[in-house]
């Protein structure tokens, strides 16, 4: 059984910049039935630029025959504060003008997203996280839910992500927003704003998701003589045409500003100190050649989170391999779920 719903919060919701939005609409799908104990619960925390269906961008780790399946879950998954599929976001109305906000709309971060969750989690009546997952953008959502809220957290999965987001990836996000911006209708109020600056910016963000090898294997000529029109140009066209299809300028533009505010030592001693503070039960996946997100970022994550599990994977298709190597992903997530279940019911035998 699947839901689609939208909770609202009536309440003047105040953002970590301390800057206030009148309500805050957050867009959510739930499959399957929370159980009496309410301790079934599955909540995953989506990328950059995904939705709240998570059966459906999460295939083959998420849906009936999978790890993660409606008949014995309860799966979650809230669309972030700021995007395109439902909730408040940049093309939302302000209150104050009648408009849409465009960008004067607030900067949020990534603990915005947190909070906005959390009280999504209250509305519902969970006080307890059997599983939270997520990768990428996803992943730095859930670290920080572990720290923010650390007795609900019972497992806490990361893929493809880090405790802080990089130079190197701000400058990624910083080179995509100057793409935008050189589309003179960003500035322009419409919805429809900025969308040719957009389809620049996913093209620049796709080498970042994949590898050399990826292009190698599938965008490479099968003739010799070409000296234009190469596959390789008509896929970042079609990549970005695609996003432009079903996203707006204005949520990517601040969705990246908020990966970019990403690290867990804001605000407390040092971002070590910050993850040994995580009591969740902790797995870490890495993927070797990951640009984006390097393997040491994962490493590093694992080496401070006490007592967390660490696995890394090949994957020719680089930093998106954590959405597409879902057998590997279930064979290692599986196993660590089942050791964990095992040394639960050893230490309740040991103090019963």
Not at 85 to 92: D, Q, R
Not at 114 to 130: E, M, N, Y
Not at 207 to 213: A, E, F, G, I, V
Not at 275 to 281: E, G, I, S
């Amino acid at each position: 059984m699947s839901t689609t719903s939208t909770y609202t919060y009536n309440k003047s919701f105040k953002l970590e910049s301390g800057k206030k939005l009148r309500k805050v609409d957050l867009a959510y799908q739930t499959y399957g039935k929370l159980n009496a104990k309410k301790d079934n619960v599955i909540w995953v925390c989506h990328a950059l630029t995904a939705n709240a269906d998570v059966l459906d961008w999460w295939k083959g780790l998420f849906g009936a025959n999978d790890l993660f399946n409606p008949e014995e879950h309860f799966i979650i998954c809230a669309n972030v504060l700021g995007s395109h599929y439902g909730s408040t976001n940049p093309l939302s109305i302000n209150p104050t003008t009648g408009q849409p906000y465009y960008l004067a709309f607030p900067e949020f971060t990534i603990r915005d997203f947190v909070s906005a969750h959390r009280l999504l989690a209250a509305h519902l009546g969970i006080q307890q996280i059997k599983v939270l997952i997520g990768g990428s953008l996803g992943g730095q959502q859930a670290l920080e839910w572990a720290l923010a809220d650390d007795k609900a957290i019972e497992n806490l999965i990361l893929v493809a992500t880090n405790a802080v987001h990089s130079p190197w990836g701000i400058a990624f996000n910083e080179s995509q927003r100057m793409a935008i911006a050189t589309d003179r209708t960003f500035y322009a109020q419409q919805p429809d704003g900025g969308l040719k600056g957009l389809k620049t910016a996913r093209s620049i963000a796709l080498l970042s998701y994949r590898t050399y090898d990826a292009y190698n294997a599938t965008q490479a000529e099968s003739v010799n003589d070409k000296t234009g029109a190469f596959r390789a140009s008509s896929y970042q066209n079609y990549q970005g045409e695609k996003l432009c299809n079903r996203f707006n300028a204005y949520s990517y533009w601040y969705l990246t500003k908020a990966m970019d505010s990403h690290n867990v030592g804001r605000g407390r001693k040092s971002v070590t100190e910050a993850l040994a503070q995580v009591k969740a039960n902790t797995l870490v996946i890495g993927i070797e050649n990951d640009v984006l997100f390097p393997l040491a970022e994962q490493e590093f994550l694992s080496k401070h989170i006490p007592g967390a599990g660490f696995h890394s994977i090949k994957s020719a298709y680089g930093h998106d391999g954590f959405l597409i190597e879902t057998d590997i992903l279930t064979n290692i997530i599986g196993t660590f779920l089942r050791e964990t279940t095992n040394k639960k019911i050893i230490k309740l035998h040991k103090t019963a």
